[in-house]
């Protein structure tokens, strides 16, 4: 189980009951094992949905609320069974018995019987909800089907099916303090492993041998796992946004720009930082870096609660985009440059996304064509970058550049917070701390 407390998910659950009509069913299916190459698994990563209803960290695993015609309910679980010989060779299993206090369920059934324990609980029930994106999708359909068949045996099938993942993206959006608690501490991890990859970084290093102190970081202080794919992108690799080869060598004069960040309890955080692999920013460099970082800084300023992200990425655009003709990176007025957008070519992506036990997670940024207000609990990050590759039509000399700033933040009842603080980012923090390497 985890640092949330059994309440928690049972309030989440309960949440999720209270707007299923009478006489209906909801099932949220488990992760399963993903194999890796012949006879060897992936590190096993449970499926958001069913992890945020339960806690509960096995693969072949299946949750179904419950509501009768009178508006009781009922919460089971199907799980593995308990079984000495697979624990011998594949771990230990929580087992059934177990399960329905562990995981505060009512009952609890075997996963080998699921397909019974469905066909059961279906039959006369008026609706299902799931999530139709996942796999269990298709024993929900089968069952269905097979009640259709038999109605001489007095089975009724549901007659209707509702995908449940706005009501839970919604409920998702907004974090709990025990979550927010867990995200700060991951944040905290990985802003600590940034600091030593500034530390440690040496010219002719491999970018791989970055990655490998990032992620030692993040697992001798706890997040075993990194959240996505680090990227280090030494030089002109840095204008890939999602460049993981991580193979090339670090050269001096060059920048180094990491977008790493550590897991948690099931909770991301993605942190990016860009700095000189020899120490010191060239003056070229740390022009193009204050104006990144000065459009951040606003940016942060501007995510208050009921504030859009929309209003807060325009100001970013216009930082960058005067900030680029100021440097002669881009010609002619700030308006033309808007208007014709001719400052994606080197800021092309948004200000940032949602963060939570998906990287990118879910919510809705918008409803019906109407931008959603930022609310307090909500967490995202903030990451605007500029980006000159190779060739660009401006000045040689900026050539190859890329840079990228991003922080973690949570929405308060008064402004912001930002998580990954730690970590510094102002030109003259990320010099001092690189030069006591």
Not at 100 to 124: K, M, N, W
Not at 266 to 271: H, L, P, R, T, V
Not at 361 to 374: E, F, H, M, N, Q
Not at 383 to 393: F, T
Request: aromatic share 8%; glycine share 8%; with cysteine.
């Amino acid at each position: 189980m985890t640092k949330i407390a059994l309440s928690e998910y049972q309030t989440r659950r309960a949440a999720i009951l209270s707007q299923m009509l009478p006489n209906s069913a909801c099932v949220v299916g488990s992760a399963q094992s993903v194999t890796r190459s012949n006879d060897t698994e992936y590190v096993f990563r449970q499926d958001s949905y069913f992890w945020y209803l339960t806690g509960f960290d096995e693969p072949n695993s299946t949750l179904i609320l419950l509501k009768d015609t009178l508006g009781q309910t009922r919460q089971v679980i199907c799980c593995q069974p308990k079984d000495t010989q697979a624990e011998i060779w594949h771990g230990r299993r929580l087992g059934c018995d177990a399960a329905v206090a562990t995981l505060g369920v009512d009952e609890a059934f075997s996963s080998d019987t699921l397909a019974q324990t469905l066909f059961s609980l279906f039959s006369g029930v008026d609706t299902v909800y799931s999530l139709f994106t996942q796999p269990i999708q298709v024993q929900i359909d089968k069952c269905i089907l097979e009640l259709k068949s038999v109605p001489k045996q007095g089975e009724i099938a549901p007659t209707q099916k509702i995908d449940c993942q706005g009501w839970l993206d919604a409920m998702r959006l907004i974090k709990s303090p025990a979550e927010i608690d867990i995200m700060a501490e991951v944040a905290t991890i990985s802003a600590q492993a940034h600091s030593v990859a500034m530390q440690v970084c040496r010219p002719n290093m491999n970018e791989y041998q970055l990655e490998a102190h990032i992620q030692f970081e993040f697992a001798q202080r706890g997040a075993r796992q990194p959240a996505y794919t680090s990227i280090v992108g030494g030089g002109d690799n840095a204008c890939i946004l999602h460049y993981t080869q991580n193979n090339q060598v670090l050269n001096a004069g060059e920048l180094v720009l990491i977008d790493a960040g550590g897991e948690l309890e099931g909770y991301a955080a993605d942190i990016t930082r860009t700095f000189p692999v020899n120490g010191r920013f060239s003056e070229d460099q740390a022009a193009l870096y204050q104006i990144v970082l000065d459009a951040q800084m606003a940016a942060i300023e501007l995510l208050q609660p009921n504030s859009l992200i929309a209003d807060a990425n325009q100001v970013v655009i216009e930082i960058i985009t005067q900030g680029l003709i100021d440097l002669g990176v881009l010609s002619g007025s700030l308006k033309d440059n808007i208007d014709n957008l001719t400052y994606r070519q080197y800021f092309m992506h948004g200000l940032g996304h949602y963060l939570g036990l998906d990287v990118h997670d879910v919510g809705a940024y918008s409803i019906a064509g109407k931008a959603c207000p930022l609310q307090p609990g909500t967490l995202m990050t903030v990451e605007p970058g500029v980006y000159i590759a190779p060739g660009s039509p401006c000045p040689a000399r900026f050539h190859g550049i890329g840079i990228r700033i991003e922080d973690n933040i949570v929405i308060t009842s008064s402004g912001n917070r930002v998580l990954t603080d730690k970590v510094p980012k102002t030109i003259a923090a990320i010099e001092a701390l690189m030069a006591q390497s």
